[in-house]
């Protein structure tokens, strides 16, 4: 819709000011010296914006991806809770594609580097980096990213182009919307037997603040993360109630802690620093505890193979599925969102309480004065 005013200048002549504005575009302004000139500018405009030309004219081809890029991750990265995934897969389509104008971004072009990104292998571990675990002239091991890794990237790329379009308007569609992500398969479903979780917490068990975290994370269902993020002031030891505040679906929840577990963190508690207010610190101050080095140990000398630290959730959802939590229960108690259930999440909570603590008693035990783990 464009918008004619006539002003008086100060030489006394007369100017027509004319604004193009148009939704999902930015606003044009000029000036004319006649109405007629002024007129026919607007509707140029106009028709450059309808017919998709204007920007593919203007900002996709004086911008690169590079800046899209680099501007992204300046100012919108930092603003996400999975911004460190954008920053650590970023870099590889800056390099690729970044010296492309922004017009020049096709979907074929995109797909053809994702296939790029999937054939292509890549190393792990630098020689001579500072925390490089190489001896010197050891060659690192060369890996092949997955289809859920390789989907991660295109979700990053997908982020950039969609903030570019929407918010920056320097282009007039996403270039992602005719791009198709890998089929990721089954997921993966990892849990512990019986045999080895007696294993496995038999040796977490020489490091307290390990061991106080995995039967956290075994008993709860709870993220690393989240627990990583675990303050204090939000462990009522007395009720046995934690509230998790930073959740990967942006939701807090409250979780129960039951024998064994509640135990495990009273004792812990009992050593905590005065200069955090964090659980789970590093020897450093201002730093958090960097588990996965030890928990890593404790699998090896478990003989638990194929094993991370995640696998403890799903390892606790499964054994409240054996105990009969229902699917409104598992939401609710590991915080897994769903359209269809969501509504019912926190009616859900009070009974996931009990369904937490018959599964706790069953794997860690019920004495909470006896000190030890269950010998099923």
Request: proline residues 3%; glycine residues 6%; charged residues 30%.
């Amino acid at each position: 819709m464009a918008t004619i005013r006539e002003r008086a200048k100060v030489d006394g002549t007369r100017a027509f000011h004319v604004q193009v504005r148009m939704a999902g575009f930015p606003a044009r302004t000029a000036s004319f010296p006649t109405k007629r000139q002024a007129e026919r500018w607007a509707k140029t405009i106009e028709a450059e914006m309808i017919e998709g030309r204007h920007f593919r004219s203007v900002e996709a081809r004086r911008r690169t991806l590079a800046e899209a890029i680099d501007r992204y991750l300046d100012h919108e990265a930092p603003k996400l809770r999975d911004g460190r995934m954008h920053r650590s897969t970023l870099p590889w389509w800056r390099e690729k594609l970044g010296r492309f104008k922004l017009c020049e971004i096709t979907p074929a072009l995109i797909a053809e580097y994702r296939n790029k990104l999937a054939a292509e292998t890549y190393r792990r571990a630098r020689p001579g980096a500072k925390h490089s675990s190489l001896n010197a002239g050891e060659q690192a091991r060369e890996f092949k990213r997955k289809p859920n890794t390789v989907n991660n990237y295109l979700v990053s790329i997908g982020r950039v182009f969609s903030v570019a379009r929407r918010e920056w308007h320097w282009i007039t569609h996403n270039p992602m919307e005719g791009v198709a992500k890998l089929s990721a398969g089954p997921g993966r479903v990892r849990y512990l037997s019986e045999d080895e979780r007696q294993r496995l917490l038999t040796e977490t068990a020489k490091n307290q603040q390990l061991h106080t975290l995995a039967v956290l994370a075994l008993s709860t269902a709870a993220r690393a993360g989240e627990l990583m993020n675990l303050s204090w002031r939000d462990v009522d030891l007395k009720d046995g109630r934690v509230l998790l505040r930073e959740t990967k679906n942006t939701q807090p929840r409250a979780i129960w802690v039951h024998y064994e577990a509640l135990r495990l963190l009273k004792e812990y508690g009992k050593i905590r620093r005065l200069d955090d207010d964090h659980v789970f610190l590093g020897a450093t101050p201002g730093t958090r505890y960097d588990y996965h080095t030890p928990f890593k140990a404790a699998c090896a000398a478990a003989g638990v193979a194929d094993f991370r630290f995640h696998d403890l959730r799903h390892s606790a959802a499964t054994y409240l599925a054996r105990e009969g939590a229902t699917e409104q229960q598992l939401k609710a108690i590991g915080g897994w969102k769903s359209n269809v259930v969501s509504r019912y999440v926190h009616l859900a909570a009070e009974d996931a309480k009990a369904v937490l603590e018959r599964m706790n008693a069953k794997i860690l035990g019920s004495d909470v004065n006896r000190g030890g783990l269950s010998q099923e």
